[in-house]
């Protein structure tokens, strides 16, 4: 694995002439990568496309909305009960979906709000930006400076270190959900 420095940019002329300053710069255009970075969230790496195959802030959302359903059924279906002199034998049935429709609905007021911490679960990781990425590889430790130099002259929005491999022009190795690791 070689370290990587890749910068952000916001025009594809920039990637380009970002693309030719390393190449002049002596860095071998084979190890020089540029693609689209979508939004956090839109990387489609999991089979039905996006990051993950649940969400990360729901993962209680099933148990809740059961819970709710059990608990407001049970009611229900006492009130039900309570009125079958009125609503003949349906009424412990309809008052039991009722009820579980109303304890289901309720128990999204359980669910945690954007950004609130799940208990027991990470900080959320800080996100790449979208945009165009401009990288490149190199195996000299003498060389990260002059990668980050070139980019911070041509105004890179975000410049952050990695470890992979280009080969061929092509950041194969490349994670998007991983947290960047920001130099400037």
Do not use: C
Request: aromatic residues 4%; proline residues 5%; glycine residues 14%.
């Amino acid at each position: 694995m070689s370290t990587i420095i890749a910068g952000h940019f916001e025009l594809q002329d920039e990637v380009d002439t970002a693309r030719r300053a390393l190449a002049e710069a002596g860095f071998s255009q084979e190890r020089i990568s540029a693609f689209y970075l979508s939004q956090a969230g839109q990387h489609d790496m999991t089979p039905i496309g996006g990051d993950n195959l649940h969400s990360p802030g729901a993962k209680e959302t099933p148990v809740g909305v059961v819970q709710g359903a059990a608990t407001g059924g049970a009611i229900g279906a006492a009130v039900g009960t309570a009125t079958v002199p009125l609503t003949g034998p349906a009424g412990p049935i309809v008052g039991g979906l009722v009820g579980a429709h109303v304890g289901s609905l309720f128990s999204f007021s359980k669910m945690k709000e954007a950004g609130e911490h799940e208990e027991g679960g990470r900080a959320p990781i800080e996100q790449r930006k979208a945009g165009m990425l401009v990288a490149v590889a190199f195996d000299e430790a003498g060389d990260e400076g002059r990668a980050v130099e070139v980019l911070r002259r041509l105004g890179a929005v975000q410049i952050e270190r990695a470890r992979g491999n280009i080969v061929n022009g092509d950041w194969a190795d490349f994670d998007p959900s991983q947290a960047p690791d920001i130099v400037h």
